[in-house]
């Protein structure tokens, strides 16, 4: 099909030739099936604010949206504090993989998600090859993925917390904690909030605050929180394009990432599509690359979008508005994660996968695990119990997000990179353990396997030191 005669599937509008939308609301046009918004910006909420709850949870995003679902759930007395109105864009390369459906088929959204784009696995491509990789068989995870924008999926996620019995107050900015301990390990003791609409604060106390404000959590550094700048961060940037391969039921990344010069630069560049008439393009790099800090990613990303394939149509006039980026925090590099009567979940406590940028997934996991020990603080009247959050963290992820932070560490190396990806790319049995190591999709019985990969990958990790 032509560039700039795009169709689109069943639920999506016709682009021919769309210009590119000004503002987030036109861009919001390729999303007809979000949710509706409950408030408008501007509107009153129609909520009062409470002043006090069991559980304070800030900021809707996957982390802070899942543990509030979890608890609500279970009958605890939640508040949610948002202080952007849904639906709300969030910059993101809206991939979401059987580690996220996972989690949002536990919350009961499996028939919402179905509406969606699914797809079937990555298509890889570098130094002219090309591999078609599924994702594998697991007997926790589906064998399909998502594509869905963040203003979709997360007015969805927080409105099955609200539905669940949560209080959701959006428009809501929780803007310093109430403990006079703050900063120096003490406790939070709540927030003071502030209503966007009205100009007006409140206290809110709470028993128990759950920190997941995101990327920047001003509220986590407020609490103390803070960067181990030994462990690599990543940096991406993505952008909305019409593309006649909108309904494509593959994501594709490119592990040949060039600069302008035509130079090789340790990350990656991706293409997803939404099934909407829309794709999701975008690049991410990680700081262990020495050249990290001059590097420009609207100009990494405009050399990416220059050479992705034709086919895809990508280019200035079907562009759907600037792209914008942020950072990804990964590794669980923020801390602590967890004071007396607190606990900082998703990309506060830094609980980004290193191989691969994917932070969703690990956002609803730390909500989940977050209201589990909430839980048990609450019924058993004892805070101390929220120590064990640091602990199941560091079960659950330590070795392998230290294994994936030092594996980062020498791909940072341009020829590092390149040497693992044109071998990899001649080894479609070599990429398969890759996918499933890098989206930690691995199954208990091929630990044997799995563990000769990914013995090797720590291996040359720590040759890298
Ligand atoms: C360019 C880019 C592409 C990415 N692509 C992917 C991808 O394809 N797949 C993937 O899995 N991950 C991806 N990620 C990572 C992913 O976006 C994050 O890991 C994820 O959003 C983390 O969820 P969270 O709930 O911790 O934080 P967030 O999603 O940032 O949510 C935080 C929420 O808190 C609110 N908030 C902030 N401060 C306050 C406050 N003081 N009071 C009240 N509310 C507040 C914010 O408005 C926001 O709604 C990408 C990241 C970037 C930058």
């Given at each position: 099909m032509p560039c700039g005669f795009t169709t689109?599937?069943?639920?999506?509008?016709?682009?021919?030739?769309?210009?590119?939308?000004?503002?987030?609301?036109?861009?919001?046009?390729?999303?007809?099936?979000?949710?509706?918004p409950v408030h408008d910006e501007g509107h009153a909420p129609t909520r009062k604010i409470p002043r006090s709850c069991e559980v304070l949870v800030i900021g809707?995003?996957?982390?802070?949206?899942?543990?509030?679902?979890?608890?609500?759930?279970?009958?605890?007395?939640?508040?949610?504090?948002?202080?952007?109105?849904?639906?709300?864009?969030?910059?993101?390369?809206?991939?979401?993989?059987?580690?996220?459906?996972?989690q949002l088929e536990d919350m009961g959204?499996?028939?919402?998600?179905?509406?969606?784009?699914?797809?079937?696995?990555?298509?890889?491509?570098?130094?002219?090859?090309?591999?078609?990789?599924?994702?594998?068989?697991?007997?926790?995870?589906?064998?399909?993925?998502?594509?869905?924008?963040?203003?979709?999926?997360?007015?969805?996620?927080?409105?099955?917390?609200?539905?669940?019995?949560?209080?959701?107050?959006?428009?809501?900015?929780?803007?310093?904690?109430?403990?006079?301990g703050a900063g120096s390990g003490g406790p939070a003791a709540g927030a003071v909030v502030s209503e966007h609409s009205s100009g007006t604060s409140h206290d809110v106390a709470a028993r128990i605050v759950i920190v997941a404000d995101g990327s920047n959590s001003r509220f986590g550094r407020a609490l103390g929180a803070s960067r181990d700048r030994t462990i690599p961060q990543g940096m991406a940037i993505r952008g909305y394009f019409s593309s006649p391969r909108h309904d494509e039921t593959w994501i594709e990344s490119h592990l040949d990432l060039r600069d302008e010069t035509g130079a090789v630069i340790p990350g990656y560049g991706w293409v997803f599509p939404l099934g909407d008439g829309r794709v999701n393009v975008g690049?991410?790099?990680?700081?262990?690359?020495?050249?990290?800090?001059?590097?420009?990613?609207s100009r990494l990303m405009?050399?990416?979008?220059?050479?992705?394939?034709?086919?895809?149509?990508?280019?200035?006039?079907?562009?759907?508005?600037?792209?914008?980026?942020?950072?990804?925090?990964?590794?669980?590099?923020?801390?602590?994660?967890?004071?007396?009567?607190?606990?900082?979940?998703?990309?506060?406590?830094?609980?980004?996968?290193?191989?691969?940028?994917?932070?969703?997934?690990?956002?609803?996991?730390?909500?989940?695990?977050?209201?589990?020990?909430?839980?048990?603080?609450?019924?058993?009247?004892?805070n101390r119990v929220l120590e064990g959050y640091e602990a199941k963290l560091t079960e659950n992820y330590g070795l392998y997000f230290k294994t994936a932070s030092a594996f980062m560490r020498l791909m940072g190396r341009p020829e590092a990179m390149r040497l693992l990806v044109s071998t990899g790319m001649y080894s479609r049995t070599l990429m398969e353990w890759l996918l499933r190591i890098m989206s930690n999709l691995i199954r208990t019985d091929e630990i044997g396997p799995a563990e000769l990969v990914y013995g090797a990958i720590a291996r040359l990790a720590q040759l890298a030191g």
């Open positions: 689109t599937g069943a639920n999506g509008p016709s682009t021919h030739g769309a210009a590119a939308p000004a503002t987030d609301q036109e861009v919001g046009r390729y999303a007809p099936r979000v949710p509706g809707a995003g996957p982390a802070g949206s899942a543990a509030a679902y979890w608890l609500a759930e279970a009958g605890f007395d939640v508040v949610v504090v948002e202080k952007k109105h849904f639906p709300r864009e969030k910059t993101c390369g809206d991939g979401l993989t059987p580690r996220s459906v996972r959204l499996g028939d919402d998600l179905s509406r969606y784009h699914r797809f079937e696995g990555l298509r890889a491509l570098a130094y002219g090859r090309e591999l078609l990789l599924r994702w594998p068989k697991h007997p926790d995870y589906g064998e399909y993925g998502y594509v869905i924008t963040r203003a979709e999926l997360d007015a969805l996620v927080a409105r099955r917390a609200e539905k669940a019995g949560a209080t959701l107050l959006e428009g809501c900015e929780a803007i310093a904690p109430l403990g006079a690049i991410g790099i990680v700081s262990s690359f020495e050249r990290w800090k001059s590097m420009n990613t405009e050399a990416f979008v220059s050479r992705a394939p034709a086919s895809w149509c990508l280019g200035p006039e079907s562009a759907l508005g600037e792209p914008s980026g942020g950072r990804l925090p990964m590794g669980l590099s923020v801390g602590p994660r967890q004071g007396p009567d607190y606990v900082l979940v998703g990309d506060a406590g830094g609980a980004i996968n290193p191989f691969n940028g994917e932070g969703i997934a690990y956002g609803y996991e730390t909500g989940r695990i977050a209201a589990a020990f909430a839980a048990e603080a609450l019924l058993t009247g004892d």
